[in-house]
């Protein structure tokens, strides 16, 4: 069974400061993780994702994210935000086990970047 | 390429009624999954495919039914609307390896009254 925690339901963050996005998830083999993005009224847009590797992934618009294994988190990252980074971020899981056809995902956290 | 496209972008409709979402991809991408986004509660699978002619539930798929006849067109059937169907709908494709990302179409906003 695959699922996947975002705990906090709004981030809210200064312009020019660093942001994290929280993200456990739990799996029965290894997993494949993904951070999406969401603007209004828009469709998601895939961000980044952990296959294997290095534990530290970079994807689009300065986006990063650690993977960690002993802690099963994915924490999304970013050195300094922009306003334009104001979004729903939604993280997902995805079992390399048990047949999942489709990725879990988090309930989504609402990124407030303030001027 | 046109991504995933999904149709129409609006609907309202009334109690007991039915309709059809429009999903396509033209990436033949051999997986298709319908999700609908709450406010509060995240994306929730309603059904998916793996394949033509192979499809399956997923976590909320009551008062849904789909059907894959070819790989590009995923459609999504309401059967008798209620208004807690009232949601927006989005359609996404990937391909089959695990690791790959899915993509997603724009959405369908619906209200039924």
């Known amino acids: 069974a695959q699922s996947v925690a975002q705990p906090e339901d709004q981030v809210n963050v200064a312009e020019g400061n660093p942001l994290t996005v929280k993200c456990t998830y739990s799996v029965s083999g290894n997993p494949y993780l993904f951070w999406y993005v969401q603007y209004p009224n828009r469709g998601l847009q895939f961000l980044l994702k952990y296959i294997t590797g290095d534990n530290l992934v970079k994807g689009s618009y300065g986006f990063e994210a650690e993977f960690n294994k002993s802690q099963t988190s994915f924490h999304l990252k970013k050195p300094s935000a922009l306003v334009s980074d104001s979004a729903l971020y939604f993280c997902a899981v995805r079992d390399n086990l048990g047949g999942s056809y489709i990725p879990t995902f988090g309930r989504g956290t609402s990124l407030i970047v303030h001027p | 390429n046109a991504g995933v496209t999904q149709t129409p972008k609006f609907q309202v409709l009334k109690t007991g009624q039915s309709m059809t979402l429009q999903c396509a991809q033209d990436?033949?991408?051999?997986?298709m999954s319908w999700y609908r986004q709450d406010p509060g509660m995240g994306l929730r699978l309603i059904h998916y495919s793996v394949g033509a002619g192979i499809t399956d539930q997923g976590e909320v798929p009551n008062g849904y039914n789909v059907s894959r006849s070819t790989t590009e067109d995923f459609p999504l059937r309401l059967l008798s609307a209620a208004p807690s169907q009232t949601s927006v709908y989005f359609c996404?494709?990937?391909?089959?390896?695990?690791?790959?990302?899915?993509?997603f179409g724009p959405g369908t906003r619906l209200t039924v009254l």
């Open positions: 990436m033949n991408h051999e997986y």
């Open positions: 996404a494709s990937s391909y089959s390896n695990p690791n790959n990302e899915q993509f």
